[in-house]
């Protein structure tokens, strides 16, 4: 058993920082581990032009603690009406890392998303010719499909035929929650890679259900069956290059979440290295943590391997109930709970 694993820093390659307040207190969580991350660009309004972009940059660097080297890498939100000409300038700049296809409503803030990807067919032939990847939340939301099976039938109706009409188009699949995901990943081209979250790794839908509605466990797309969160696990420890760390830590103040209609998501920024280092040293895959966290996004997004590192040592931190954010309270992923994994201060 080892009490000490040091790895080259990671990169979160899915992240919501917000904006205002919000911004200010959760970034640092992820500033003091990450080197990068890429930013999530639903806010309302949403992050839609390179201008946009380059304005939230700059608020979001503006909120990092003194002395911080922390990336933040910007993507453009896809709508009906994105024009190629904007989006392709904005990645050749270096502005956008990629762009964010969210189907309209299929989570926080997607209202404006795409409503049918034909609609953007000549945006993603612009991307594909630039070479720019694409973020996919893979979920359908036509009302007849059980939310249970959003994503499986995403694959078949949305995503193998879009990878069928363009076969070099760069795509992230993102925080993939079912076993059907990870066998087309599998199966997929080398252009085609994924993301896990750690709560998708440590729950299954009984965290939501069972014993009453447990909104903090609450996120989009749902936690799914034990089968599936076994299928994540496996591809996870894999050390397969297809598959990296995306936390999808997404804030909301725990007045939105314990509501009578509560929001989507879970705010595991605080502790999430150490909550994938649980799961690798339960699957005996400690040894492979590096390659998920710290070299499989950054070879998929053609970008340097970070060079500092970060350490983690076996010793026992008790997650807290709750954190102090915006002058309100957010509660974390793991609250209440112990981590073996504690981070070394550097």
């Known amino acids: 058993m080892r009490d000490q694993l040091t790895i080259r820093r990671p ?68 709508t009906d009406e994105t024009q190629s000409g904007d989006l392709i300038a904005g990645y050749r700049d270096g502005v956008f890392a990629a762009a964010k296809l969210y189907p309209a409503h299929a989570t926080t803030n997607s209202a404006g998303g795409v409503t049918d990807v034909h609609a953007i067919m000549p945006v993603l032939e612009a991307m594909c010719e630039a070479g720019m990847p694409l973020c996919v939340h893979g979920e359908v939301t036509d009302a007849a499909i059980d939310i249970f099976d959003r994503e499986a039938v995403f694959i078949d109706r949305v995503l193998a035929p879009l990878l069928d009409r363009l ?38 839908r009984n965290a939501m259900l069972v014993g ?40 909301h103040l725990r007045a939105t979440k314990e509501s009578a209609c509560g929001c989507a998501g879970i705010f595991n920024a605080p502790q999430a290295l150490e909550s994938y280092a649980a799961v690798f040293e339960e699957e005996q895959a400690l040894d492979r943590l590096e390659t998920f966290a710290s070299v499989a996004g950054a070879l998929f997004y053609r970008l340097p391997l970070n060079t500092g590192t970060v350490t983690l040592r076996r010793e026992p931190q008790q997650v807290p109930g709750e954190i102090a954010v915006a002058e309100e309270t957010v509660v974390p992923f793991h609250a209440g709970e112990t981590l073996r994994w504690r981070i070394t201060p550097a």
């Not at 806010?43 to 003194?66: E, G």
């Not at 997929?188 to 440590?202: D, V, W």
């Not at 509605?213 to 749902?222: A, N």
């Open 11 to 78: 990169d979160d390659w899915h992240l919501h920082l917000r904006d205002g307040p919000v911004l200010r207190d959760v970034l640092p969580y992820t500033a003091r581990v990450f080197g990068r991350a890429i930013v999530m660009p639903n806010l309302s309004p949403p992050v839609t032009t390179t201008a946009a972009a380059r304005a939230y940059r700059d608020r979001i660097l503006a909120a990092l603690p003194d002395g911080s080297d922390f990336t933040p890498l910007m993507t453009c939100y896809l």
């Open 167 to 204: 076969p070099d188009l760069r795509v992230i699949f993102e925080h993939v929650t079912t076993r059907q995901a990870v066998q087309f990943v599998d199966d997929g081209p080398a252009n085609l890679a994924a993301t896990i979250t750690p709560q998708h790794l440590h729950l299954n």
């Open 212 to 251: 009453g509605i447990r909104p903090h466990t609450y996120c989009l797309p749902v936690l799914k069956r034990e089968e599936h969160r076994l299928a994540l696990r496996r591809a996870a420890t894999s050390g397969s290059l297809k598959y990296f760390l995306g936390t999808d830590s997404a804030p």
